[in-house]
């Protein structure tokens, strides 16, 4: 099955910021909605963020303000920018379309040091 590639991840320090892009090779996602989500070590996968089709967003509490949502339906690819972080963002970033999940891609690791 055709996977979504995450990329953007990396180390920075408590406070920096990153922009994580998730590519979806032919047309994966089509008008669904797709979300981000994150697996800390020892604990489950959770979903952080989602966009609509027609952009309409949603946030858990503990990145609101903090965290932005973005697609370019064109490019079938969608962003997360991420500000203010923090160790607690500490994950494996992932996509996927929440409400018809698909194959997982591999994610891209993010660590925040404090």
């Known amino acids: 099955q055709v996977q979504p590639v995450e990329s953007g991840g990396g180390l920075v320090q408590a406070g920096g910021s990153l922009r994580l892009s998730c590519a979806a090779s032919?047309?994966?996602?089509?008008?669904?909605?797709v979300g981000w989500y994150r697996q800390a070590p020892g604990k489950q996968r959770e979903l952080v963020a989602h966009?609509?089709?027609?952009?309409?967003?949603w946030y858990r509490d503990s990145v609101k303000g903090r965290f932005t949502i973005s697609r370019d339906n064109a490019k079938n690819t969608v962003y997360l920018q991420m500000n203010s972080l923090n160790p607690e963002d500490t994950a494996v970033y992932y996509c996927?379309?929440?409400?018809?999940?698909?194959?997982w891609g591999q994610g891209t690791q993010v660590t925040v040091s404090s």
């Open positions: 032919g047309n994966i996602f089509g008008i669904d909605t």
């Open positions: 996927n379309t929440p409400f018809n999940l698909r194959t």
């Open positions: 966009i609509s089709f027609s952009g309409i967003t």
